[in-house]
Structures are given as structure tokens and as C-alpha cells.
């Protein structure tokens, strides 16, 4: 598991400079598995329709819900490099 902890820490680093062009459609995936593989299945109750951004961001972590943290992990590492290609 230590190799896989350190690549998808490297590349958490690599996300903050996605480039300008990156849509809020691949930020909220990247968000969504983000979560789901440091904090684990959604343990929040949703924001309310007002909190829209909120809102997105809960909806797309718990669109991953299913995932382990090792995959979760692991897409967010393959998004991460297709973002920076």
C-alpha cells in the first residue's frame, strides 16, 4: 500500500496546478475521489439546494461510494496525469 499512498500523494500535489482549462465536471471527480479514498464513504448528510456548490461537491463523492480507497486512489492518480497531458 505504500507505494500506491505515495504516488497518490504526489500526485494530490500534481492537482494543484491543473491547468486553467480544467472543467468543473473533471475538478468534482477528482474531488469526489479525493475523499473517497482520505476520508472513505460520504459521512456528511447533503447540503441543502441553496449550498449548490456544496452540494456538487457531496453529490460527486458519493457517486464513488462503491469504490475501495485503493481504487479510488488509483482513478484519481489516472485523472490526474490525463488532466496534465
Known amino acids: 500500500m505504500g507505494l500506491l499512498q505515495e504516488e497518490f500523494e504526489e500526485h494530490a500535489e500534481k492537482a494543484m496546478t491543473l491547468p486553467e482549462s480544467t472543467t468543473n465536471e473533471n475538478k468534482l471527480i477528482l474531488y469526489g475521489l479525493y ?3 482520505t476520508v472513505g464513504a460520504v459521512n456528511t448528510s447533503r447540503p ?3 449550498s449548490l456548490r456544496e ?3 457531496w453529490d ?3 457517486a ?3 469504490k475501495s480507497k485503493e481504487e479510488a486512489m488509483s482513478d484519481y492518480i489516472t485523472k490526474v496525469k490525463q488532466l496534465h497531458e
Do not use: I, L, N, Y
Open 48 to 50: 441543502g439546494m441553496f
Open 55 to 57: 452540494r456538487a461537491k
Open 35 to 37: 475523499k473517497r479514498a
Open 64 to 66: 464513488v461510494e462503491g
Open 60 to 62: 460527486a463523492w458519493k
